[in-house]
């Protein structure tokens, strides 16, 4: 068991990125994203990051503005895993985060907000 979970500890995680996409480099988003795509292999896949830290496009007080969200490309994904992989982030992050399926594009969203 030991053995087993150090494994899962010491694999590297993997994901893709966006072209035009700007990864965010504060330590909460950084931890997020190795989370998500932990979560990702663990299922299966490799996630990429869509979005990250932007200077435009996203509503008033969005969180991509402080480098402290970054979505996530689901439509590579069957439709019936979205809530899924949603939902394990969610629980692997904890409250601090938000953890958000959005619409159009579709894309999972992660932002740093704790309460
Ligand atoms: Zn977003």
């Known amino acids: 068991m030991a053995v087993a979970a150090f494994v899962l500890l010491a694999r590297r995680t993997v994901f893709a990125v966006k072209p035009g996409a700007t990864l965010s480099t504060k330590p909460e988003i950084e931890h997020a994203r190795r989370i998500v795509a932990s979560v990702y292999q663990a299922n299966g896949y490799t996630v990429t ?63 740093y907000d704790p309460k």
Request: charged fraction near 30%.
């Open 49 to 111: 990051v869509t979005e990250g830290w932007a200077s435009e496009g996203h509503t008033a007080n969005s969180k991509h503005y402080e480098g402290l969200a970054e979505d996530y490309r689901v439509n590579d994904i069957p439709f019936d895993k979205w809530l899924t992989l949603a939902a394990q982030i969610r629980a692997r992050l904890g409250s601090d985060y938000d953890v958000l399926l959005e619409r159009d594009p579709d894309h999972i969203h992660v932002e």
